[in-house]
């Protein structure tokens, strides 16, 4: 086995220009993704939220082209390029990756498979091992999110292999929202769940354009309403609960409908 | 750039009713088009600073018009002969005894006088005019005020967007009424109903689909007779309406041996920002008229020398003109206000504080900023959006995905 002389070898080559150049590569690659990190985001955020999720989403294309771009430039300074050299160049460079950063390297590919599959683009809402969160950024080897409590999680893209990934709004504005009421079963449902209809479509966060349902289980405890509506702008979701709930109770609460106070003890009880 | 010709060649009734399917914008010349989508750009580039010229401004060598001469040249709109063309379009559905449709809706965007036409036209045909119910009756959504209504002579219900609030204590009197007007149970009604009401009613009552006619959009044509009837009015003295930049002509001048003048293309742009809404229109041409330079001197000239040279008014040049634009920063707050003052075609403040999601000093403090960039008003109780602003605010309700009327 004699790999590692064969790149000493291909490497020998190198002299201070080709390392200067390659340096000058490196620097521009890194200048330029990190002014489309600052750039984009910004711009996202000042033009109307229709075309937020798409200028976003266009973010982790362009560093992927970036870098491949800075890759094709410096490989041809760095070695001669001819098939046997980049197959013993690869080949090295593969053999170590695969033992030493065996999860680094498949975070990487992952991370190429994402820009192809999509299963989550900046601008969604995602969970991925019980962590729900807006995608702010997606890196090269991971994906960091934002939770609701203001909270950066970094979650490296190899997730993609074997956890389940679930999108809220999957690259689009419709998000679903659900507010939850638990009433006490002696009541009229179909005044109620008239009531948490027009509970839904006047509350100033609705998408009117997207359907409105309110969705009645009867339980052991009492009855489970949940209005099930989309929000304007998805990141306006946990207000537009809140305003659901908040509305919702007071709309209950002038019909005079009595609400269940701890429904998931008496489900455990039943 | 069009000739006087062009401008008269079209001849369509200024005021026309049409099924809301059929509704037709303006269009707006190509150049036009991309200059818009050019300073959308600007806009995104441009730094958070407050904008101090979002209102109207004087340019240097011109100024503006004094009130009562813009009260003279483009005095408020004259709804009587909207509401004869009115009347006509009704004509067939006036004199069937029993006519199928017992009811039929007129719709029309903010400030295109949709109220004041059926005002003026139950006045003229002595129909009885329903008083809309207060907010309380609307929140409280019993049927008193229904009960009122069971007279069964005929009768106009101006503003529909008057009879719901959008709370979900709110819906049910208009559902109710809707109802009992459609099937026919309070005789035959016209009711006429803001555009933005009629986009959220839409989703509130689903009976069935009623007759809904529109007030065509002007178009340039349209504009030129309907501003050409006003200054014709003005005066004895020819007035010759001239843009500023380039003297061509708003308004077709006298005819004189010279041959066909050469005409601006601002009232085409007008057509196309105002989207064919008159009462906007009105309001954009009185703020783009303007005196000459030497208007002062002009004046001392005698109103027998007017008589005979005429007088110029100068208009400003589209590109030039400011309207007000939705402050720097503005989001989800300022949003919440205006789409809820739109769907309900203006609303007293202390309502809007029940209906919104707001703090009641945040809604306070939303309005006046609002008010500030010129983009809403009051009208007595009421906080309205403002017609030169409506436009702004249509188009930033629109890109943030917040329901918008057709119109």
């Given at each position: 086995m004699n790999g590692s002389s064969d790149v000493l070898e291909i490497l020998r080559g190198l002299i201070w220009a080709n390392l200067t150049q390659v340096g000058l590569i490196v620097v521009g690659a890194w200048v330029l993704i990190a002014l489309s990190n600052r750039f984009l985001p910004w711009l996202a955020n000042r033009i109307s939220s229709r075309h937020r999720l798409f200028l976003l989403a266009l973010l982790p294309a362009l560093r992927l082209l970036i870098i491949a771009a800075s890759f094709v430039l410096i490989v041809p300074r760095v070695i001669e390029p001819t098939f046997e050299n980049l197959v013993a160049l690869f080949g090295a460079l593969g053999l170590a990756a695969g033992f030493a950063l065996k999860d680094y390297a498949s975070s990487l590919v992952a991370g190429i498979v994402t820009l192809y599959e999509a299963p989550y683009r900046p601008g969604d809402w995602i969970k991925i091992n019980g962590a729900y969160g807006e995608v702010k950024s997606i890196n090269m080897r991971s994906v960091e999110i934002v939770t609701p409590d203001d909270t950066v999680v970094v979650i490296p893209h190899l997730k993609l292999w074997n956890q389940l990934i679930f999108n809220a709004n999957d690259g689009g504005r419709n998000l679903q929202c659900v507010a939850d009421f638990y009433l006490h079963p002696r009541h009229d449902a179909a005044q109620a769940r008239h009531t948490l209809c027009d509970v839904a479509l006047s509350s100033a966060f609705v998408n009117m354009e997207q359907a409105i349902n309110v969705v009645v289980q009867e339980k052991p405890w009492g009855t489970h309403y949940r209005i099930r509506a989309y929000p304007v702008d998805p990141r306006h979701q946990f207000d537009f609960i809140t305003d659901l709930t908040v509305r919702g109770k007071a709309a209950l609460t002038r019909l005079d409908v009595e609400f269940v106070a701890m429904p998931a003890m008496a489900e455990m009880g039943s | 750039m069009a000739s006087t010709s062009d401008v008269k060649k079209e001849d369509s009734p200024v005021w026309q009713y049409v099924p809301i399917a059929d509704y037709r914008l303006p269009a707006a010349p190509v150049i036009q088009t991309a200059r818009n989508s050019l300073s959308v750009l600007q806009r995104l580039f441009k730094r958070d600073e407050a904008e101090t010229d979002t209102l109207l401004k004087q340019a240097d060598e011109l100024r503006m018009l004094p009130r009562s001469q813009i009260e003279r040249i483009a005095p408020a709109l004259n709804w009587r002969n909207a509401a004869e063309g009115l009347n006509a379009q009704l004509a067939d559905w006036l004199e069937q005894e029993s006519p199928e449709q017992s009811i039929i809706f007129l719709v029309g965007p903010?400030?295109?006088?949709?109220?004041?036409?059926?005002?003026?036209?139950?006045?003229?045909?002595?129909?009885?005019?329903?008083?809309?119910?207060?907010?309380?009756?609307?929140?409280?959504?019993?049927?008193?005020?229904?009960?009122?209504?069971?007279?069964?002579?005929?009768?106009?219900?101006?503003?529909?967007?008057?009879?719901?609030?959008?709370?979900?204590?709110?819906?049910?009197?208009?559902?109710?009424?809707?109802?009992?007007?459609?099937?026919?149970?309070?005789?035959?009604?016209?009711?006429?109903?803001?555009?933005?009401?009629?986009?959220?009613?839409?989703?509130?009552?689903?009976?069935?689909?009623?007759?809904?006619?529109?007030?065509?959009?002007?178009?340039?044509?349209?504009?030129?007779?309907?501003?050409?009837?006003?200054?014709?009015?003005?005066?004895?003295?020819p007035l010759f309406f001239r843009q500023s930049d380039n003297g061509r002509y708003v308004l077709p001048p006298p005819e004189t041996s010279e041959g066909p003048a050469k005409m601006s293309n601002f009232l085409q742009l007008l057509a196309a920002h105002s989207r064919g809404n008159v009462g906007i229109a009105w309001a954009l041409w009185r703020a783009g008229l303007r005196t000459e330079p030497d208007g002062s001197a002009n004046e001392e000239t005698g109103k027998e020398d007017r008589k005979q040279l005429g007088q110029t008014i100068w208009v400003a040049p589209w590109g030039q003109l400011k309207f007000p634009s939705l402050p720097p920063g503005s989001g989800r707050d300022e949003a919440f206000v205006l789409h809820t003052l739109l769907l309900h075609n203006g609303m007293p403040g202390e309502f809007l504080q029940q209906l919104l999601p707001l703090s009641p000093s945040r809604t306070m403090e939303m309005l006046f900023r609002l008010e500030g960039a010129g983009l809403a008003s009051r009208h007595y109780d009421d906080w309205r959006v403002t017609p030169l602003g409506y436009p702004a605010v249509r188009q930033f309700l629109q890109a943030n995905g917040y329901l918008v009327d057709q119109f």
């Open positions: - | 903010p400030h295109s006088g949709c109220v004041e036409i059926l005002t003026t036209w139950t006045e003229q045909q002595a129909w009885r005019m329903l008083k809309s119910p207060s907010p309380e009756q609307v929140m409280a959504g019993n049927g008193a005020w229904l009960s009122d209504q069971n007279d069964q002579c005929n009768w106009v219900l101006p503003g529909l967007e008057k009879v719901y609030l959008r709370h979900a204590a709110g819906l049910n009197l208009v559902r109710r009424f809707l109802d009992r007007a459609c099937s026919g149970n309070f005789g035959r009604g016209i009711i006429g109903c803001d555009s933005w009401a009629w986009a959220f009613l839409r989703h509130v009552w689903h009976g069935r689909q009623p007759v809904a006619l529109a007030l065509q959009a002007f178009q340039q044509t349209q504009l030129v007779e309907i501003f050409q009837r006003m200054a014709d009015s003005a005066d004895n003295s």
